[in-house]
């Protein structure tokens, strides 16, 4: 991470938060940000937020001004709140010239069929399964994680639904797909709303070209390779992984002539179900759930149920009428 800060902010003052989690010592912290050369105008090291099944650092940069300075430098009785280690700042202004090319956002050839009109109506299928489950998922998520699945999954549905209402859809599926991802990766937030948004972006490929029914099992694999590839777990590991990976087996049916999409999309929801069910008796490997005990895990991953859960609201709007 540090690394790439140093090749990409030359141009302006910030500070930085070293958050150390357990029983992570202060000291590395300390040696790290000497070792990468940073020059900022506050350092804070402390333990600001903790957990108790986890060993490690996190870094929040933030841009500052002078403004901003004199706030962050005011006296406050907060316990946990340290003393900042002041740093001078250099005064001279470095610009970085950005080639334009790199800015343009690559627009998608288009489709040959336009999106189905259902593609409103699966939407909101969706936000109406994810509000109606954030208890469930919160309940799921407390005995592994933050206690939070279901809240940031709301969070993107009502994202979603204020998005419906104020602009059309896309027409094309690849651009539906790119613009959810941007939404969920703007407002979902938590690891999920990046998982979602490596998912979609990279199923929104397979559709740019062509929207048959093989092309979406091709997007459905695009989409969970790139979470292997960027989120580092594997189907076996007890994450949403487990139900993706369990529909799009059943999804590959789509590929032969003549196939039937509802009967081939309700078996794929039948075994993400079934996959989602299964984490119960998973290890996990990966996620937050990774940091705690098997003998604690006895319920389904919120990540894998909510997965599940999505595929079967598709479904739900491909049955009822627009």
């Not at 800060?5 to 302006?12: E, G, M």
């Not at 002041?86 to 040959?112: D, I, N």
């Not at 059309?168 to 539906?176: C, K, T």
Request: glycine share 6%.
């Amino acid at each position: 991470v540090m690394k790439h800060l140093q090749k990409t902010i030359t141009s302006f003052s910030f500070s930085f938060w070293f958050f150390t989690l357990k029983n992570a010592s202060s000291f590395p912290c300390f040696i790290i940000a000497e070792s990468r050369g940073f020059h900022v105008a506050r350092t804070y090291v402390g333990s600001f937020m903790t957990a108790l099944e986890m060993a490690g650092v996190s870094l929040t940069l933030l841009q500052v001004d002078e403004e901003l300075l004199i706030l962050l430098d005011s006296d406050t009785t907060a316990v946990a709140w340290s003393k900042p280690v002041r740093m001078s700042v250099t005064r001279q202004k470095r610009q970085r010239v950005v080639p334009q090319e790199c800015c343009k956002e690559e627009e998608p050839e288009p489709a040959k069929v336009p999106s189905s009109p259902h593609m409103r109506l699966i939407l909101e299928c969706v936000c109406s399964k994810m509000l109606s489950l954030q208890e469930q998922l919160n309940e799921l998520d407390r005995a592994a994680g933050d206690g939070d699945c279901g809240n940031t999954h709301a969070q993107a549905a009502i994202a979603i639904q204020n998005w419906l209402d104020a602009k059309p859809l896309p027409q094309q599926p690849s651009q539906l797909f790119s613009s959810l991802a941007k939404l969920l990766l703007e407002k979902m937030g938590g690891s999920s709303g990046a998982l979602y948004g490596l998912f979609l972006t990279a199923a929104a490929q397979p559709l740019r070209t062509d929207d048959d029914l093989a092309a979406w099992s091709l997007a459905m694999d695009a989409g969970i390779n790139a979470i292997m590839r960027y989120g580092g777990a594997v189907p076996g590991d007890r994450t949403m992984l487990d139900s993706l990976w369990a529909a799009a087996k059943e999804l590959k049916a789509l590929k032969t002539p003549k196939a039937d999409l509802m009967q081939v999309l309700s078996k794929a929801v039948n075994k993400a179900e079934a996959a989602a069910e299964s984490t119960k008796n998973m290890e996990a490997s990966a996620g937050r759930a990774s940091y705690i005990s098997s003998d604690h895990l006895e319920q389904p991953d919120p990540g894998a149920v909510a997965t599940a859960a999505i595929l079967r609201a598709v479904l739900e709007g491909l049955q009822a009428k627009p």
